[in-house]
């Protein structure tokens, strides 16, 4: 199973450009999360969703918006970019049944990262 | 709301010593733990969670961590500590019907030939 995969990988843009950042999960989770990290802040939670057709806003969601796709997809789109939010963005997902469960072991399994930087 | 602290910035011990990263949370209700590992250029790695039972509870790779509600207190310790354990280490915690983790803000390990 390739689990998260995130596309792509490496962007830098320029600051008023658009972009859009894609995850997808092949383990039929229900929930699917964005989460950007910067050193000294950990992970901050952007949006997530918690099932197909609903998203919510996290802890840090302006200048971003994201979509769901279908179960498997849930993708980031930065509008109009910024320098501050250059960072390393993480896709995850979960089944919510599984996180407490002492039956599964991670609650989340996560992407390998986009690093984006934002000129 | 729920929020985890780690009050170190790194942890610098060397090869074959003990190693702990402390994590203390805040939490309505029972909390659920869970500690992270991350390397470089990768994304986290699941180590380990408390949900409920033995304060002390044992992970992947030789760690454990020790769950203390007085203290309000989750740290990961190994026992004997490798240079590849050199990492970025993330405690996280939840709370009882949110399925919304909330991380701390890591912890760099640094293991010294």
């Known amino acids: 199973n390739a689990g998260v995969t995130q596309t792509p990988k490496f962007q830098v843009l320029k600051t008023g450009q658009s972009m859009t950042l894609q995850c997808a999960q092949d383990m039929n989770h229900n929930s699917m999360y964005w989460y950007r990290q910067d050193p000294g802040m950990g992970l901050r939670l952007i949006y997530y969703s918690a099932s197909e057709g609903t998203t919510d806003k996290g802890e840090v969601p302006n200048g971003y918006n994201v979509s769901r796709l279908n179960k498997r997809e849930f993708s980031l789109r930065l509008e109009s970019a910024a320098p501050s939010q250059t960072s390393v963005y993480f896709c995850?997902?979960?089944?919510?049944?599984?996180?407490?469960?002492?039956?599964?072991?991670?609650?989340?399994?996560f992407g390998n990262g986009t690093r984006l930087t934002v000129t | 709301a729920q929020s985890v602290a780690q009050p170190e910035d790194q942890v610098n011990v060397a090869e074959g010593n003990p190693l702990t990263v402390k994590c203390t949370y805040s939490?309505?209700?029972?909390?659920?733990l869970f500690w992270y590992v991350q390397y470089p250029n990768r994304g986290l790695q699941f180590l380990l969670k408390y949900i409920t039972g033995d304060n002390l509870v044992k992970g992947s790779y030789g760690f454990e961590a020790e769950f203390n509600k007085s203290q309000t207190s989750f740290h990961l310790k190994k026992p004997s500590a490798l240079v590849s354990d050199s990492a970025l280490y993330f405690c996280?915690?939840?709370?009882?019907?949110?399925?919304?983790?909330?991380f701390g803000k890591g912890n760099q390990v640094v293991v010294i030939p």
């Open positions: 996280a915690v939840l709370s009882y019907g949110n399925n919304r983790l909330a």
């Open positions: 939490v309505s209700g029972n909390p659920y």
């Open positions: 995850a997902s979960s089944d919510p049944g599984q996180i407490t469960d002492s039956s599964y072991n991670s609650p989340l399994h």
